[in-house]
């Protein structure tokens, strides 16, 4: 878990708070969400918080939970009004009751858990009946990607080593190099 919360610690506080600096994915997730009205919602992987509410407003939450692996990043998430727990996912529960949420987000995490299947039970236990699950993670059969398989080098996103840029088609080429269990659309 050291090593996890180290690398996570790298993506504490950039998120933007501005909705014009997101990413087109961010986007389209807020606008999903400005369709709905919950009361309660829990955003995985909170980082700083900064979507979390992004996310709250959205959707006119009363509250907003978060977890984060990062003792930095739940802090800054607490900061921002965010009710987070800070935890590893891929090895402890949930803090939570059944059927507590009505919606759930995990962005960008679930390629860097060793049990997924936790995670997503953890998910389900939480999530009120009818809840609403959004889900986001790379996409190893990208077009890109096949090419570089193709021709013997590693996917852009899955990296081999924690310390040196090893079998990238580029070089300085970034990997991540927790990136666990690759996706694929179906």
Same mark, same amino acid.
């Given at each position: 878990?050291?090593?996890?919360?180290?690398?996570?610690?790298?993506?504490?506080?950039?998120?933007?708070?501005?909705?014009?600096?997101?990413?087109?994915?961010?986007?389209?997730?807020?606008?999903?969400?400005?369709?709905?009205?919950?009361?309660?919602?829990?955003?995985?992987?909170?980082?700083?918080?900064?979507?979390?509410?992004?996310?709250?407003?959205?959707?006119?939450?009363? =509250?907003?939970?978060?977890?984060?692996?990062?003792?930095?990043?739940?802090?800054?998430?607490?900061?921002?009004?965010?009710?987070?727990?800070?935890?590893?996912?891929?090895?402890?529960?949930?803090?939570?009751?059944?059927?507590?949420?009505?919606?759930?987000?995990?962005?960008?995490?679930?390629?860097?858990?060793?049990?997924?299947?936790?995670?997503? =039970? =953890?998910?389900?236990?939480?999530?009120?009946?009818?809840?609403?699950?959004?889900?986001?993670?790379?996409?190893?059969?990208?077009?890109y990607d096949?090419?570089?398989?193709?021709?013997?080098?590693?996917?852009?996103?899955?990296?081999?080593?924690?310390?040196?840029p090893v079998?990238?088609?580029?070089?300085?080429?970034?990997?991540?190099?927790?990136?666990?269990?690759?996706?694929?659309?179906?």
């Amino acid at each position: 878990m050291k090593a996890k919360k180290k690398y996570a610690e790298k993506f504490v506080g950039i998120t933007p708070k501005d909705y014009e600096e997101l990413e087109d994915r961010h986007k389209k997730v807020l606008d999903i969400f400005s369709r709905y009205k919950f009361e309660r919602i829990l955003d995985v992987g909170c980082g700083d918080g900064n979507f979390s509410i992004l996310l709250k407003e959205a959707c006119k939450a009363k =509250e907003v939970y978060g977890i984060e692996i990062s003792e930095k990043g739940a802090e800054m998430a607490r900061k921002n009004g965010v009710k987070c727990y800070q935890l590893d996912v891929d090895e402890e529960d949930f803090p939570f009751e059944d059927n507590y949420f009505d919606a759930v987000t995990a962005f960008e995490i679930i390629e860097h858990l060793f049990d997924p299947d936790h995670f997503l =039970e =953890e998910v389900y236990r939480v999530l009120k009946p009818k809840g609403v699950f959004v889900m986001s993670t790379m996409n190893l059969a990208s077009l890109y990607d096949r090419f570089f398989i193709l021709f013997g080098f590693q996917p852009s996103l899955i990296g081999v080593s924690l310390i040196h840029p090893v079998g990238h088609m580029f070089k300085g080429m970034k990997a991540a190099p927790d990136h666990i269990r690759p996706f694929v659309f179906r």
